[in-house]
């Protein structure tokens, strides 16, 4: 396969001509930018689980519990958009399931017109996708989309079958799954030759840690624009999980700034390493994450400038897959108002830190439960 480094700035699903173009400098998913400008914490992107439907059972999945067969009506559109319309800040919006295609239903009455209403604010938009569907859902997609993103954990079909439907609770056949597997990478493939951006995600977990080298080749083979890089925290449905060490992680992360392709932009983010360690070799390495071309470390979105929607119940909640429970509905109530009684909330304020030097506002809490309990981030400051 031929690798295609950059988006191509023409071909059908390019985004327009004039936006800002998505790049290590400009990342408007990264909470730190609203921070920088307004000086808090503010809601500037939204994120809406569009469906509980999918055709993959992944052993990681963050949302695995919530995966269903049948689905409910979706709350009324209408609502969805006066609320987003009143976002003061709004920059980007995120869908995310299950997978967002399943349904063609849910292609054509929800994300189309969410695209759309987006494109027309000038919104950027990510799609959380395994396009493991077939082709023609997604170039109905493309046009109005800034970032397809896709998870991509595997370096042959078997890998795909055995995370993918280990858990699916009926006999896939590995005949099924790998021509799974080839149409996910040639959608993969066409949808950036197109001229979209696609983001290819990996975790570190006991599957990937020790040949995250060849993921990376493949995704840069694949054309992406970006490989997404963060460890795997076991929780909800992913619980039971091997967990893999924090040298793991640390090694892994090491390997890929050795061995990575430097024409693709490398993201991390949910690392458990920060400027304030007191470990010398952690800072070092956040150090070299900071300075290397083509590489940033995005802190988390979730809690910090996102919430997260359930377009069945309405329900917000701070990420997809949080085991706190909803702090709010829309159906009641403003999203910048559920968003600013999360802000107080102390489970965030017990990592509401900020180091501008190290363009770094803390660990998300998956982080801060696993590595740091009964650390106070808030009495912190990156060593320089
Ligand atoms: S912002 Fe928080 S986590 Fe980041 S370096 Fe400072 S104190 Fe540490």
Redesign the pocket.
């Known amino acids: 396969m031929q690798a295609i480094s950059q988006q191509a700035a023409a071909g059908p699903f390019a985004p327009p001509s004039g936006w800002k173009v998505l790049n290590p400098s400009y990342d408007p998913w990264d909470p730190i930018r609203s921070l920088q400008q307004f000086g808090q914490h503010e809601l500037t992107s939204v994120e809406l689980t569009v469906t509980h439907l999918c055709n993959m059972r992944c052993e990681h999945c963050a949302v695995g519990d919530s995966l269903t067969m049948k689905e409910a009506p979706h709350i009324p559109m209408d609502l969805i958009f006066r609320r987003l319309d009143e976002v003061e800040h709004l920059e980007t919006i995120s869908m995310t399931g299950g997978e967002p295609t399943f349904s063609m239903e849910t292609v054509n009455n929800i994300l189309i017109p969410l695209l759309k209403y987006a494109r027309a604010r000038g919104i950027r938009t990510q799609l959380n996708s395994n396009v493991t569907m077939d082709y023609e859902r997604y170039e109905l997609i493309a046009p109005f989309l800034d970032v397809m993103h896709i998870s991509f954990n595997y370096t042959e079909a078997q890998d795909f079958h055995q995370v993918g439907f280990a858990r699916s609770g009926r006999n896939v056949g590995i005949n099924t799954t790998s021509r799974m597997y080839e149409r996910m990478i040639n959608n993969a493939l066409k949808l950036s030759q197109g001229g979209l951006f696609v983001s290819a995600e990996s975790m570190i977990n006991y599957r990937t840690y020790n040949k995250i080298t060849d993921i990376h080749r493949l995704i840069v083979e694949m054309g992406c624009q970006r490989h997404e890089v963060h460890p795997m925290y076991p929780s909800s449905f992913a619980a039971g999980l091997p967990a893999v060490t924090r040298d793991q992680m640390f090694e892994t992360v090491e390997t890929l700034l050795d061995n990575r392709n430097e024409h693709i932009w490398m993201l991390f983010g949910t690392l458990p390493f920060?400027?304030?360690?007191d470990n010398e070799k952690e800072r070092r390495l956040v150090r070299r994450l900071r300075e290397e071309t083509n590489v940033t470390v995005r802190n988390d979105p979730d809690g910090r400038n996102r919430i997260n929607v359930n377009m069945f119940s309405g329900d917000v909640y701070v990420t997809d897959f949080a085991s706190v429970p909803p702090f709010g509905n829309i159906k009641d109530d403003k999203l910048d108002h559920i968003f600013d009684k999360w802000r107080n909330h102390p489970m965030q304020q017990a990592v509401n830190?900020?180091?501008p030097a190290?363009s770094?506002?803390?660990?998300n809490l998956l982080v801060s439960d696993m590595f740091y309990r009964g650390t106070d981030?808030?009495s912190?400051?990156?060593i320089l």
């Open positions: 920060f400027s304030c360690s830190c900020h180091c190290a770094c506002c803390g660990p981030f808030t912190r400051r990156a």
